[in-house]
């Protein structure tokens, strides 16, 4: 699929440059991308400054059915999209099916939400006057996407956007572009040309020049927290707007009240979903040191019989990292840690079978120093550091201890722990009993180094929007404080 998206039809990549997208779990190239320009990016928001003109005064009720039929087209071509998101990311068909429903139910969300956030009437200072508040759109959004979820986050972005009468420019990952552009393909039936286009291509090539592009006015981005500060100083300096979502070091408590193989199913669970490739991924988890040996090996247990395999063997747990230099950073991390006396459970290599994929063993390390890259920095791949703790408060502060915050997790029944969890840990989202599991209504987003703004919910919706004060004095009267104008 070398093309690109762009005023609501396909532009060749022929006469361009190319880069093949491999899959991961079999190393086979399975496509060329279009290798966008900063000339591509530049025509693309110049498609959406220009349809931008008629979308933002479409009405609220037109724009929430188009957007809603955009999620009808996710779940009509289910089965084409999940084949597409598996070959060219790797995860097994299952998960790509589960990010595709998120993503139809985001965009139906949002087209049902925007019909009832439509502003409100403030009071006024006196009887002959109306006072409103109208949202509005901010004009032409970038929507920067990672590789991990790239339907599901782009629909985070695409959805409130578009419901809020913004158009976008959406850049996909190199990794993983295709999907993405069948989806602008498929929204062309419901929305105006220009509306929604995707440009293919390297970040310092065409991301960059998303972002220095004086039409758009709001850049959303999920991604590395360098690319992250990078865009933020840039937007800054061109006074845009900006959503950032840059990842996370995400605890998981194991409280001293909770069943064990509970515990343990919900940790592997949070830990390796998608290989451990998700922003909200459990990359620490804090046990109570009296039952630490016990949980130890019921988790390594389970771990050890996870099946891997390509995302296209419907018999797998575990798919594939997205990259050899993904495998190899990891096993890095690994490495450092055994190397500074951390004891590797099981895992902790490259597994001999399949022979080919970028695969790396589920792994659980007991005894990583505190200070390690393994605890502190993000690995984004399927390891699951454990800790111990001797008291509640000490596992809130061990939970802490980290430059990020995006999400944090207790397993636990009681009500006295999971209050004191969810006052005193320090993240943007917490989960009890129930890691990464995603909803719509509620808002998504980090403290610290994780990010700036939300997506998801209402919060969601409105970092799409900016609202316009409306002072109507209704009767137009002469008004006692103005001047008195010279009688000739």
């Known amino acids: 699929m070398n093309r690109l998206w762009i005023d609501g039809r396909a532009v060749a990549g022929a006469d361009r440059d190319t880069v093949p997208v491999v899959n991961p779990g079999t190393e086979e190239v399975v496509g060329e991308m279009c ?49 597409m998101l598996t070959l060219e990311g790797g995860k097994p068909l299952r998960d790509s099916r589960g990010e595709l429903d998120v993503a139809a139910r985001t965009f139906e969300f949002y087209a049902s939400l925007v019909e009832q956030e439509t502003g409100r009437v403030v ?64 929204a062309a039936a419901h929305l105006p040309p220009g509306v929604f ?10 991301g960059e020049a998303l972002v220095q592009h004086p039409s758009v006015r709001h850049v959303a981005f999920t991604g590395s927290v360098e690319t992250g500060r990078h865009i933020a100083v840039t937007a800054a300096g061109l006074l845009k707007k900006v959503t950032l979502e840059l990842g996370g070091k995400d605890p998981l408590i194991v409280g001293p009240d909770m069943d064990l193989t509970v515990a343990a199913q919900a940790t592997a669970f949070a830990g390796l979903l998608n290989a451990g490739q998700c922003c909200t991924s459990t990359e620490r988890v804090y046990v109570d040191q009296a039952r630490f040996e016990e949980f130890t090996e019921v988790l390594a247990d389970l771990v050890s019989g996870l099946r891997i395999g390509p995302g296209t063997d419907p018999t797998v747990d575990l798919g594939p990292m997205i990259s050899r230099s993904a495998v190899d950073r990891v096993a890095d991390q690994v490495a450092a840690a055994r190397a500074g006396g951390a004891r590797i459970v099981t895992g902790g290599r490259r597994p001999e079978s399949p022979s080919r994929g970028f695969f790396y063993e ?53 009500p006295a722990l999971a209050k004191r969890f969810m006052e005193g840990v320090e993240a943007g989202t917490v989960y009890i009993n129930d890691p990464l599991t995603p909803n719509c209504s509620a808002p998504f987003g980090g403290t610290k180094n994780s990010g700036l703004g939300r997506e998801l919910g209402l919060e969601g919706l409105n970092e799409f929007r900016q609202s316009k004060h409306v002072h109507w004095d209704v009767g137009g009267d002469v008004k006692s ?8």
Not at 148 to 175: C, D, E, H, R, Y
Not at 197 to 204: H, S
Not at 481 to 488: E, K, L, N
């Open 35 to 83: 290798r966008g320009t900063a000339a591509d990016a530049n025509a693309a928001v110049d498609s959406a400054a220009e349809a931008l003109r008629l979308w933002r005064r479409t009405s609220v009720s037109e724009r929430a059915a188009a957007v809603r039929a955009v999620g009808g087209e996710i779940r009509k071509h289910t089965d084409e999209l999940a084949e």
């Open 123 to 186: 009071p006024s200072g006196s009887s002959g006057q109306v006072n409103l508040v109208v949202p509005e759109p901010y004009g032409v959004t970038a929507c920067i996407v990672p590789w991990n979820f790239p339907i599901q986050l782009l629909s985070w972005k695409a959805a409130p956007a578009l419901a809020s009468g913004n158009t976008i420019v959406a850049l996909p990952s190199p990794f993983t572009p295709f999907a993405t552009v069948r989806l602008a393909e498929l």
């Open 197 to 206: 286009n995707v440009v293919t291509g390297l970040g310092p090539e065409a």
């Open 362 to 414: 589920p792994t659980v390390v007991v005894g990583a120093a505190p200070g390690s890259t393994l605890m502190t920095e993000e690995v984004f791949g399927p390891v699951l550091p454990l800790d111990t703790y001797r008291d509640f408060e000490e596992a809130i502060a061990k939970a802490n201890d980290s430059e990020f915050g995006l999400g944090a997790s207790l397993m636990s029944n009681d």
């Open 481 to 488: 404080y103005w001047p008195d104008v010279p009688v000739s």
